[in-house]
């Protein structure tokens, strides 16, 4: 198992940045993808971004791409998301997760592990 806590959620106008974290512990050595997943009220919860953690080969959702960059730090564990030109529309809760060697990093049944999410909000 692998155990995940996010941070750097917050309150924001709309054109702004925040940065969020997420720090493994546990099995590290399990995870071979990392991905960020956000769920607004309402709405189901979606892929933002994920990154293989060796290679650092990364995908992102449409609605994000050119805006929100996925990274990682190896050395400490843990995952990034920078996110910037914030939008209304972005507001959701944030989660990290981690897929295991042989996952489909696209599909959000296949991670296994999750953060207990920290909030967006993007005021307009």
């Known amino acids: 198992q692998v155990q995940l806590v996010e941070s750097g959620g917050g309150l924001v106008q709309a054109g702004g940045s925040l940065r969020l974290s997420c720090v493994a512990s546990?099995?590290?050595?399990?995870?071979?993808?990392m991905g960020w997943f956000r769920q607004a009220p309402g709405k189901e919860r979606e892929l933002v971004a994920a990154?293989?953690?060796?290679?650092?080969?990364?995908v992102y959702a449409n609605s994000v791409r050119g805006r929100f960059t996925i990274s990682r730090d190896n050395a400490k564990n843990t995952l990034y998301l920078q996110m910037s030109t914030l939008k209304p529309e972005d507001t959701a809760n944030y989660y990290c997760?981690?897929?295991?060697?042989?996952?489909?990093?696209?599909?959000?049944?296949?991670?296994?592990?999750w953060g207990q999410g920290t909030q967006v909000t993007v005021s307009s």
């Open positions: 997760a981690r897929a295991p060697f042989g996952s489909n990093w696209l599909r959000g049944r296949e991670y296994d592990n």
């Open positions: 546990g099995l590290t050595s399990t995870i071979y993808y």
């Open positions: 990154i293989s953690w060796s290679a650092g080969n990364t």
